[in-house]
């Protein structure tokens, strides 16, 4: 038992995990039967208003289009030839500003900041004084020698005359 238990143990796993996940979905979603569609059939309303029911609600109508202009600054046509009622709205006049408002202030000047042009090595230097270095004719020369074009690159070239 006890060996058939070690051979065995993964295919139980496999077969208890595949169990679970199976009982973890619905019935309705392993056998789906589509549900049935009724047929509408069209109507119509209608509505009749009353003389003081339907000048009511023009009056409303009529108010939320002016509504509507005035508060985005929009002027649209409304469909109906009755409500085109609509007053501009007055212009706004200018406020009244003091004399103070355009008077241009005085700008304190600041006294400048003064930064050393030296690297901060050398700024931070307490003698203050930068010395040169020493002329050495030797280091002179071995620069000048590096620097100098060997003549096995010197070439001539002829250049055609452009004329």
């Known amino acids: ?22 009982l973890q979905i619905p019935r309705k979603a392993l056998f789906f039967k589509p549900a049935p569609t009724v047929q509408a059939t069209p109507f119509a309303s ?33 469909p109906l030839g009755v409500l ?12 009244a500003l003091p004399a103070a408002f355009f008077e241009a202030r005085p700008v304190a000047a600041r006294p400048a900041a003064r930064v050393p042009l030296l690297p901060p090595t ?9 010395q040169m270095p020493a002329d050495d004719r030797a280091a002179r020369r071995l620069r000048e020698r590096l620097l100098a074009i060997p003549a096995s690159i010197h ?8 004329k």
């Not at 070439?155 to 452009?162: K, S, V």
């Open 84 to 95: 085109d009622l609509v007053q501009a709205p007055a212009r706004p006049e200018p406020l």
């Open 155 to 162: 070439f001539e070239t002829e250049i055609p005359d452009l």
């Open 122 to 130: 050398l700024a931070s230097a307490a003698g203050g004084s930068v």
């Open 46 to 78: 209608f509505v009749e208003f009353d003389g003081a029911a339907y000048s009511s609600l023009m009056q409303k109508v009529r108010m939320s289009w002016q509504m509507r202009t005035q508060g985005t600054g929009l002027r649209t046509e409304s």
């Open 1 to 22: 038992m006890r060996q058939l238990l070690h051979a065995c143990w993964p295919l139980m796993a496999v077969m208890a995990f595949t169990a679970v996940l199976a």
